[in-house]
């Protein structure tokens, strides 16, 4: 790491995470104005309407997930760092990868950084083809300085997402005496590599911005910071060149000029794997407990379900629980009881009379919230509660042992008989939201085939009723689905998961509440069209300030 790296992170780390307003009737400053040149500084959003108030992003300081750094490195060096990214502190789920609240600076951080860059500089210089692509220029000697500074402006840009200022480029370039020594002009560029690896604007999401004028706590990003927020929401990854030259040009100080970048964005490959990956992180089968070439199937049919309805089709979004087809193979196919494609290759097949519909059939999703070794009612009752639903369960006293690693023990048999107590007493008032959820999907194992009596117990044969208390009863994941969407919450808990995603966080504020209402009022007004509520919410004017307390 190069000198002052430290102290910024210093800086950086003072400018602590807080959420406000944006109140339309003052402190917006004019578009005209910006800091830093090179089109960084100018506003990315425009004063919204009197008398309205948006919720502004909060100035977290965001560390990569392993997964944004992952791609962040693909798209700088063009290989995948595989098992490199094993040391790098691990990202809980709540239920999204990117909660920084859940994030701690530590020692661990900086020695996996360090890990992380020295393995990929070895690798990078070792490939004659691909450190060549990465430098971009031929170097005449060792001490060629114009291509070597050339080569760490573009790279520069790429890596920080932000062009280099001139003194920073000269301070990469003395790396340049290395390579007297040496005889070898990749020396140096090893050096710079590792040095951007490990800088913390590569590994975390930095956002300073500029001051309102007469507001004590509001900031506008520039154009970078904007891009950076676009990027990493849609892709998971850094900025391509072509939106850092956007940026460059000030085109993204309005919210129109977002819009158009983020169009741009949701047409390419990886917004389908990012909201492949939203869905999945959501839903709670990013991580499967399914055998591999299983879940491999499996993944391939969750992941078309939502590309096809989403970006194919442009469809409402509550077709993901509607859709009467789904996109097996021959072994998928007899796996669900479905009729056979006769293909080794996935293919769209009716799911006919077989009870099944949309993702909740899917094995993906029904893999999640098991419990000794079976299908558990209460944690699918509340799996489909809190993340589908957005309802907080709260959590069972400690002293009650509900997670011991053992079925409840009794004379009952049954799952249905031993499950009384959970409708009895204090226990009924949570468990009578969960456990009839559950128990409508109990003819589908943990994953996802059909059963009629409960594993090894032949006499104990599954009813299937189930009941979403206060919408209605139903029988397997159909009819359950078609119960949730009447229900009618299902779209605003989407737009309220989509927003912690975006945002970082789960824990939301009354602002943050009344923020998600009104990006639910446009996506029901642009009949739940998925793609559509992402350009809605980077293009708010909201999406380009950030407040602090």
Known sequence: MIPGRVARLALVVSCAACVGTIDGSHGVVDSEQGVGGQGGGM????????????????????RLTENELRNTLKDLLGTDPGVDLDVWPEDARTPFDNDYTTQFGSRAVVEAAKSIAEKAAIRLLTDPAGRQRVVGCAPASPSDSACFKQFISRFGRRALRRPLATDEIDRYAAFIAHNTASGDFYTAVGMVVRAMLQDVEL??????????????????LN??????????????????????DVAARSGLASPAGVRSAAARLLGAKRARERVGRFHSLWLGYERSTLPGNLDAK???????????????DKASWLEIFQRKESYVDDTLAAHYGMTRPNSTTPKWVPYGTTGRQGLLSHGTFLSVAAKFNDTSPTQRGKMIR?????????????????????PPKGDAMCKYDR????????????????????????????????RTTEPNLPACRIAGQGELVGVGTFRG??????????GGDLDRCAVMQMYRFASGRKELTEEDRSFVDLLTMGFRQKTNHFDELLLEYASQPAFGYRVIE
């Not at 975390?204 to 507001?215: A, C, H, N």
């Not at 499996?298 to 194919?312: N, W």
């Not at 009819?479 to 009447?486: R, S, T, Y």
Request: glycine letters at 8%; charged letters at 20%.
């Open 477 to 486: 994941p159909a009819e359950l689905g078609n119960l949730l969407i009447k």
């Open 298 to 312: 499996m993944q391939v049919e969750s992941a078309a379900l939502i590309d096809r309805v989403v970006f194919d």
């Open 223 to 244: 154009n970078f910071e904007v891009a950076t927020r676009l990027s990493y929401l849609l892709w998971g990854s850094a900025p391509d060149d072509e939106l850092l």
């Open 203 to 220: 590994l975390y999401r930095i956002e300073l911005g500029t001051p309102v004028p007469k507001e004590t706590n509001l900031f506008r």
């Open 419 to 450: 499950y009384v107590a959970h409708r009895q007493g204090g226990c009924a008032a949570c468990h009578s939201l969960m456990d009839p959820v559950g128990f409508g999907l109990e003819n589908y194992d943990t994953a996802g085939k059909y």
């Open 386 to 406: 809190e993340r589908l639903l957005c309802q907080e369960i709260p959590l069972p006293d400690p002293s009650m042992m509900v997670n011991v690693d053992e």
């Open 43 to 62: 506003l990315p959003g425009t004063p919204p309407p009197a008398g309205t108030s948006l919720v502004a992003g909060r100035a977290a300081l965001r």
